[in-house]
């Protein structure tokens, strides 16, 4: 089973010093455009070990993790890996937002983030369309592969927590 990382790795935390708060990362941000994720304040919070504060942030999950920020910085700071593991932190101290939670269920339950419902299905077949779409939900070896993922991972008791 995979645990979550509790703490930040050094190679990140030493990768998080190296910014020096351009902004460049958040000019260039399409999460940041519509909401109020600023990826410079969720790094300044982390250089200044603001651990709490960024794990019950609901900051720290409106990224993307497009990489633009990554592309862009001039200082090539790993951006979106420092975002995965202070998520990671948050989920090992269970930290999730419930919509998260929801999307996970989904995986685990029919090894697609969205169910398909009983009136698209009917829908996609009037269209003379398959009524499962060529997913995984459509192959069940391709769910059985999954499956043992999210087991041998300990993804499923992780979402449950």
């Given amino acids: 089973m995979v645990t979550p990382k509790a703490e930040i790795s050094k190679e990140i935390a030493d990768a998080a010093k190296m910014c ?3 902004g460049t990362c958040t000019a260039g941000c399409p999460s940041g455009r519509r909401t109020s994720y600023r990826t410079r304040k969720i790094i300044r919070m982390a250089q200044l070990g603001l651990k709490e504060e960024i794990i019950n942030s ?3 999950w409106e990224c ?3 990489y633009t920020c990554v592309e862009r ?4 700071v790993p951006i979106v890996d420092i975002i995965i593991d202070l998520r990671n932190i948050a989920v090992a101290e269970g930290h999730i937002r419930e919509q998260h939670k929801g999307t996970a269920t ?3 339950k029919y090894g697609h983030t969205v169910a398909v419902k009983d009136d698209i299905s009917k829908l996609r077949v009037e269209l003379g369309l398959p ?8 192959s069940e070896g391709a769910k059985a592969e999954l499956d043992k993922i999210i087991k ?3 993804f499923d008791k992780i979402v449950q927590e």
Avoid at 73 to 76: A, D, K, L, V
Wanted: aromatic share 4%; charged share 15%.
């Fill in 131 to 138: 009524e499962i779409p060529p997913t995984v939900l459509a």
């Fill in 64 to 66: 993307s993790t497009c």
């Fill in 20 to 22: 020096f708060q351009c």
């Fill in 106 to 108: 989904n995986l685990i």
């Fill in 73 to 76: 910085c001039p200082r090539q």
């Fill in 152 to 154: 041998a991972t300990g």
């Fill in 58 to 60: 609901d900051e720290l």
